[in-house]
C-alpha cells in the first residue's frame, strides 16, 4: 500500500536527551515536511524539503534538526535544544513543486518529555 | 503575512442535519489554493476537499462542498446529511506561493445522535 509512516507512534524521551522521529513514505513524492502539533492549535511547519539533499527551515526550526538523504526518508530529530518538545509531530509528503500541490500526512508521534 | 481564522472552536449539529464551518483568510496573492482537513480522534490529518482560487465553481466531494466567496477571501466548509464519523476537528489552509501550508486553529465538530 502506498502512504506515510511515521515511527514511533509514543516516545518518551528524559530532558537533555536527543532524539530521532522516523518519517517514510512510498508514493515517490519530492516533497516532505515537518509539522508540530499543540493542543488547541494548528499545525506550525518546522522543516521542509523540496528535493534530495536539501532542506529549509519553517517557522519553528530553533532546537530541530533534519536530513534527506534518500527521497523516501525524512527523519527529524529533537535536539536538547528545543525547550518545549512535548507535542505532537506530523510529518507529510507531497508531490512538489507545484501550486497545486496537496499534502498528505503520516500517522504521528506524540513525543513526551519526562 | 498571511492568515488564516477559524472563529468557531467548537460547533455541533444533530445527527442527519447540515452544518457549515466557516473560514477567512488574508493574502496578496490572486492565484492560490485552499483546502480543508480532517483530524479525527485518531490525530491523523485527512484531506476533505480543495479548492483552486482561479475556478468560479465551488468544490464538491460527496457530502462536503465548498463556499469560496474570493472578493470576500471567505472558505466555508458545509457537510450534508451528518454522520457520527464526521466528528472530528477540521482545519482550513491556504497553499502559499512557496509551496508551504498556513494552518487556521481548527473547529471541533461534535455530532449530536
Known amino acids: 500500500d502506498g502512504g506515510i509512516t511515521q515511527s514511533p507512534k509514543y516516545l518518551f524521551r528524559k530532558e537533555g536527551q536527543n532524539v530521532t522521529l522516523s518519517c517514510e513514505q512510498n508514493l515517490n513524492h519530492d516533497a516532505m515536511y515537518w509539522y508540530r502539533q499543540d493542543p488547541g492549535q494548528g499545525l506550525r511547519l518546522i522543516y521542509y524539503?523540496?528535493?534530495?539533499?536539501?532542506?529549509q527551515k519553517g517557522d519553528i526550526a530553533e532546537g530541530y534538526s533534519v536530513s534527506r538523504e534518500k527521497k523516501e526518508s525524512f527523519p527529524l530529530t529533537v535536539t536538547s535544544a528545543q525547550k518545549n518538545p512535548t507535542a505532537f509531530y506530523l510529518c507529510a509528503s507531497s508531490s512538489g513543486g507545484s501550486s497545486t500541490d496537496t499534502q498528505y500526512f503520516g500517522p504521528g508521534t506524540r513525543l513526551t518529555v519526562l | 503575512a498571511q492568515t488564516v481564522t477559524q472563529s468557531q472552536p467548537e460547533m455541533s449539529v444533530q445527527e442527519a442535519e447540515t452544518v457549515t464551518l466557516s473560514c477567512t483568510y488574508d493574502?496578496?496573492?490572486?492565484?492560490?489554493?485552499l483546502f480543508w482537513y480532517k483530524q479525527p480522534p485518531s490525530r491523523q490529518m485527512i484531506l476533505v476537499i480543495r479548492q483552486e482560487a482561479y475556478k468560479q465553481q465551488n468544490a464538491t466531494e460527496n457530502r462536503f462542498s465548498v463556499n469560496f466567496q474570493k472578493a470576500a477571501k471567505s472558505f466555508s466548509l458545509k457537510i450534508s446529511d451528518s454522520q457520527l464519523g464526521d466528528a472530528a476537528m477540521y482545519f482550513c489552509?491556504?497553499?502559499?506561493?512557496?509551496?508551504?501550508?498556513?494552518w487556521g486553529a481548527g473547529t471541533k465538530l461534535i455530532i449530536k445522535p
Open positions: 524539503s523540496q528535493i534530495v539533499n536539501d532542506f
Open positions: 493574502t496578496s496573492e490572486s492565484d492560490y489554493y
Open positions: 489552509a491556504f497553499l502559499d506561493s512557496n509551496y508551504q501550508l498556513i
